[in-house]
């Protein structure tokens, strides 16, 4: 791991990019209060070249079953672009742009571009994976830690999903849609109309999580920290609901956070 890190700088907000770290957002402050749980493995990640739990760590690509390592026994998860070193390609004082070159053990060439864009009032976070090779599925999507608690009190979530993927016993979908049930989750929720989610911090902050993506997975069973992760599919995508990247069509995403105080942060 390098220990690089890109500081973006926009009015009162400051976000720090850690290419050397699996491309993460290692912290964002808005005010000088951090919003992000720190620490190596957390902030937040881009999850590619697939999001959430494969399980078993095998997927089909036509007639070929690809395995991946089993960092989640006994499922492998969120993909291999966390753990690797990324390359700066531009920095502004208000933005950045890092690749990562796909290698093994993912099967496929590729490269992975992570545009960052930070205003007074927003961050902008866009994944694009391209190749000039075989075509290959794949998903994207992003990992933040946000704290669950900034001093007052603690973070409420709120959104309206169409539906929820219905969670088997190994924490991967069963290929059912439920109708939403109320928390704590570790779930995959389905928004047709793109990932709307609202985290207010009462008295403090409300940020809101928006994506043209229609999946979020939403993680709040940690004392520490609450996780809205919006991506270009569920858990186990690749197996269930893969998307294709071909060297004439790459897979893109973006994520927008935007935020206003609610009060002395």
């Known amino acids: 791991m390098s220990n690089e890190e890109i500081t973006l700088t926009a009015g009162d907000a400051e976000a720090t990019v850690q290419p050397g770290n699996g491309g993460r957002i290692g912290g964002l402050r808005i005010g ?5 749980r720190q620490g190596e493995r957390f902030g937040c990640f881009p999850m590619v070249p697939w999001c959430g739990r494969i399980r078993d760590g095998r997927f089909r690509d036509g007639g070929t079953v690809r395995q991946m390592p089993l960092n989640a026994p006994p499922n492998a998860i969120h993909g291999t672009a966390r753990d690797g070193v990324w390359k700066t390609a531009r920095t502004t004082e208000d933005g950045a742009v890092i690749t990562y070159d796909l290698v093994e053990p993912w099967p496929y060439s590729g490269r992975v571009t992570h545009r960052i864009a930070l205003t007074p009032r927003s961050l902008t976070l866009s994944l694009a994976v391209e190749t000039y090779e075989s075509s290959f599925p794949a998903q994207v999507g992003w990992h933040p830690w946000f704290h669950r608690n900034l001093g007052g009190e603690d973070v409420r979530v709120d959104f309206a999903p169409e539906w929820q993927e219905e969670r088997g016993p190994d924490h991967l979908p069963t290929g059912n849609r439920i109708a ?32 043209r993506e229609e999946w979020v997975v939403v993680y709040d069973e940690q004392e520490a920290a609450v996780c809205v992760e919006p991506q270009t599919g569920p858990p186990d995508g690749l197996n269930t609901l893969p998307r294709l990247v071909t060297p004439v069509e790459p897979l893109e995403a973006t994520t927008t956070w935007t935020w206003r105080t609610l009060g002395a942060l």
Do not use: H, I, Y
Request: glycine share 16%.
């Open 32 to 36: 000088g209060v951090e919003l992000l």
């Open 180 to 211: 939403p049930a109320p928390g704590p989750w570790d779930d995959c929720f389905g928004m047709p109309g793109g990932v709307d989610v609202t985290l207010t911090w009462p008295g403090q902050l409300e940020l809101k999580v928006a994506s």
